[in-house]
């Protein structure tokens, strides 16, 4: 799939788009325990690609390939825990992720391999389940970032990719393309040289934070927030 807007390309994203609607809109009427279903599928999912990867299905080193060190490996853990406990630090990092580098890493896939290899199935599967669950817990469930939000996770991020920086220094991998950009075309193409495009990227995720915090606003304006801590009472019956 490293071909953009191929036939694979644009139908793995239209399905993703479309389950990610289904998914939002599902969770709006009727909330339930299909969600954790859905944390269940996303760390199955991840755990079988390291699983892979550590006997060997990747060219290269294990240590420097196997490390679920990624943003987008992480973001599938983070989205399947913010899914099954629903914990507001949670839901704002799978939001600010999600919608920013898993969505980029779904528009331009660093995937050379094609439909229906195991590897397409669990790439789109990973990525597109951490957009479905960052839209479902906040524009289904409404669980809307607070205002504190987007300094937090831009903390924890700058903060994460100095740690995984000092780990690709010390294996001499790439974990978030820190030492070099990706094979396949992508957004940093046009960021410059290293080391410019990181700084570049910086910017770029700030802005995107920015206006994903500002559409989440606009949102929580307009519907009532909600709140799941515990699960309704099944004294009464419904009409």
């Given at each position: 799939m490293s071909g953009l807007l191929t036939a694979e390309h644009v139908g793995a994203?239209?399905?993703?788009?479309?389950?990610?609607?289904?998914?939002?809109?599902?969770?709006?009427?009727?909330?339930?325990?299909?969600?954790?279903?859905?944390?269940?599928?996303?760390?199955?999912?991840?755990?079988?690609?390291?699983?892979?990867?550590?006997?060997?299905?990747?060219?290269?080193?294990?240590?420097?390939?196997?490390?679920?060190?990624?943003?987008?490996?992480?973001?599938?853990?983070?989205?399947?825990?913010?899914?099954?406990?629903?914990?507001?630090?949670?839901?704002?990092?799978?939001?600010?992720?999600?919608?920013?580098?898993?969505?980029?890493?779904?528009?331009t896939p660093d995937l050379p391999q094609h439909f229906p290899t195991y590897p397409y199935f669990q790439y789109n599967i990973a990525h597109g389940g951490v957009v479905a669950a960052a839209l479902l817990l906040v524009f289904g469930l409404d669980l809307y970032p607070r205002r504190s939000a987007l300094l937090k996770v831009a903390a924890i991020t700058i903060v994460y990719a100095a740690l995984v920086g000092t780990v690709d220094a010390l294996t001499d991998a790439n974990y978030m393309y820190l030492r070099s950009k990706p094979p396949a075309p992508t957004l940093l193409d046009v960021m410059g040289p290293w080391p410019w495009y990181i700084g570049a990227a910086g910017l770029v995720a700030l802005v995107l934070f920015l206006a994903l915090d500002a559409l989440a606003r606009i949102a929580a304006r307009s519907r009532p927030r909600r709140t799941y801590e515990a699960p309704p009472s099944r004294r009464g019956s419904r009409a």
């Open positions: 994203l239209a399905a993703i788009a479309l389950c990610s609607t289904g998914a939002v809109l599902a969770a709006r009427t009727r909330p339930g325990a299909w969600i954790k279903a859905l944390a269940v599928v996303l760390v199955v999912d991840e755990v079988s690609w390291l699983i892979f990867l550590l006997a060997g299905g990747q060219p290269g080193s294990r240590l420097a390939q196997s490390l679920p060190l990624q943003l987008c490996d992480v973001g599938v853990f983070v989205a399947a825990f913010a899914l099954w406990f629903r914990r507001q630090w949670l839901v704002e990092l799978t939001y600010f992720w999600g919608l920013t580098g898993t969505l980029q890493a779904l528009l």
